[in-house]
């Protein structure tokens, strides 16, 4: 049960273009933002928020999915996780490279460049923070800056939804649930009760 | 040392307006926003969801600014916490209830309201999150759905800086690492980072 009820779609007209966007890119609306929409500014911003953290192309697909997930997996949160692992396969995210996700450091599945995101974000899941310059300078050797500043852009934008989410008690939909319930328990991804 | 360099102001004439409208609000430019100015689109998501958060009227000054910093001081993050908690027009807290919020259940500082905001900011801050039921819940007994909205969203949005600026180890400003070394040493405020 949610904490906070989301509204329904059909009585938010006015933010069928911010939807729309979250249709095209991932199939549904997530309930987090029919939550948000409670708030005009806070739905406002959330949107803003999301054309400058999800929507840009600076870096591969791939890459957008292996940091979006990761962090969240981290974060152990459950709903982002699911979200953006769900499609993450047919974008190029092997589910080898989903499934090794807490071995990253020994898992011939990554390379250097993958294995130096997830240390980031395995390390800026940490409360408090553990990450250190030379995360950040592993990176730049794959990175640069503008891709660098996005991937801690989409950490962040994660971090946002990941405590939103988990406050409030949202319901994950019923297309990433299904699909985390049959691909993600052996990362330890669990239903939510 | 910050690992991103801040961009310098006068080198964004484009975001003049948006930079002019914070240096009001904070009496400078706090770093952070020149490193989000790097990307102009993140700056004006990040002044949209501060006028939306900061700025708005759903909640009283007090508890914005309880939330803020109790959630900043909790997930480890000293430059938002120096941020919210250094006076000004907006952040109208005393002192007191900034140094006790380690000891929000037994000191004598705090209102049952403001015990049950640091519960949910104190169990926001932890991972996995401990966040419960009953942490809203309680809260249902002072704030509508509403209002419960806009505290949710500022933890979160304080999740976002939180999290920047502790990847980018961003620079605390001369004027609120002064009062945070001053007034917030012994309460669980260090500066070790931010340097």
Redesign the interface.
């Known amino acids: 049960m949610p904490r906070i009820d989301p509204l329904p779609r059909s009585a938010l007209p006015q933010y069928e273009d911010i939807f729309n966007g979250m249709v095209d890119s991932i199939g549904y609306v997530p309930n987090s933002f029919l939550t948000m929409a409670r708030d005009p500014l806070l739905i406002k911003a959330a949107g803003a928020l999301s054309d400058a953290a999800w929507y840009p192309k600076t870096v591969s697909e791939p890459v957008r999915r292996l940091v979006t997930f990761a962090f969240s997996q981290f974060s152990g949160v459950g709903y982002s996780a699911a979200h953006c692992a769900c499609g993450a396969p047919e974008l190029g995210l092997s589910m080898e490279k989903i499934l090794a996700i807490h071995d990253y450091e020994a898992s011939p599945v990554y390379d250097e460049a993958e294995r130096a995101i997830l240390r980031l974000c395995r390390h800026a899941a940490r409360i408090p923070s553990e990450v250190t310059d030379a995360d950040v300078d592993a990176l730049k050797q794959h990175f640069d800056t503008p891709q660098l500043m996005f991937i801690v852009t989409l950490i962040c934008y994660m971090a946002f939804l990941n405590k939103w989410n988990d406050i409030v008690g949202s319901k994950l939909e019923p297309v990433p649930d299904a699909w985390a319930r049959e691909h993600l328990q052996p990362v330890g991804w669990r239903p939510a009760d | 040392?910050a690992?991103?360099a801040p961009l310098n102001r006068v080198d964004l004439p484009e975001l003049a307006e948006v930079l002019d409208q914070i240096e009001r609000d904070h009496g400078y430019v706090p770093n952070s926003f020149l490193t989000l100015a790097?990307?102009p689109?993140?700056l004006?998501?990040?002044h949209?969801?501060a006028?939306?958060?900061w700025y708005?009227q759903?909640i009283a000054p007090e508890v914005r600014q309880l939330v803020a910093f109790g959630f900043s001081l909790y997930?480890?993050?000293m430059y938002s916490a120096a941020h919210t908690a250094a006076p000004g027009a907006d952040t109208p807290l005393p002192l007191a209830a900034l140094r006790e919020v380690h000891h929000a259940e037994t000191s004598p500082v705090y209102s049952e309201q403001q015990r049950a905001l640091l519960r949910?900011c104190r169990a926001?801050?932890?991972?996995?999150?401990e966040?419960k039921?009953g942490?809203?819940?309680a809260l249902r007994t002072w704030f509508d759905?509403?209002q419960?909205?806009?505290i949710?969203?500022l933890?979160?949005?304080h999740?976002?800086?939180?999290?920047?600026n502790?990847?980018?180890?961003t620079r605390l400003e001369d004027k609120p690492r002064a009062f945070a070394q001053a007034c917030l040493a012994g309460c669980g405020w260090h500066g070790q980072a931010h340097q």
């Open positions: 040392m690992r991103l790097r990307d689109a993140l004006n998501a990040q949209a969801l006028r939306a958060l708005g759903r997930n480890g993050a949910l926001a801050a932890r991972c996995p999150s966040v039921d942490h809203l819940a759905d509403e419960l909205v806009h949710v969203g933890i979160a949005w999740a976002f800086l939180n999290t920047w502790g990847i980018w180890d």
